[in-house]
């Protein structure tokens, strides 16, 4: 099975599951979604796939969220639009395979996708 990987490399929990990921023998196709981030459309589906809804994905410690969402009653496509525009914001890291995808917090719940 082929996997997809949302990853911050600056990060310590993204660094720390990729490396469990990488010691069960998976080596997933890194999305550096700082650099690259995710369509619209992409990160819809993403958000499909964890059957979570767009708030549950948003980095709420994050300054940007603090200084321009916090408080704010956006709907779902507005949430959305704001990670795509602030690829910071998504919360990381996730893991995703061709009809699922799990956040990699903790490291563990990729298991859910990999066993």
């Excluded at 082929?2 to 023998?25: D, I, T, V, W």
């Excluded at 080596?27 to 979570?52: A, H, M, R, T």
């Excluded at 410690?61 to 949430?79: A, Q, Y």
């Excluded at 639009?81 to 956040?103: F, G, Q, T």
């Amino acid at each position: 099975m082929q996997f997809k990987y949302y990853h911050n490399p600056r990060c310590g929990k993204s660094r720390q599951c990729l490396a469990f990921l990488q010691e069960k023998g998976i080596e997933p196709e890194l999305i550096l979604y700082l650099k690259n981030p995710p369509s619209f459309e992409e990160l819809s589906e993403v958000i499909d796939k964890l059957g979570i809804n767009p708030l549950d994905l948003i980095r709420k410690k994050e300054s940007i969220f603090k200084e321009n969402f916090k408080g704010k009653d956006l709907s779902d496509k507005e949430w959305i639009k704001a990670m795509v525009d602030h690829p910071k914001l998504i919360e990381r890291p996730i893991l995703i395979s061709e009809n699922r995808a799990v956040i990699g917090r903790p490291k563990e719940n990729v298991l859910q996708l990999i066993d």
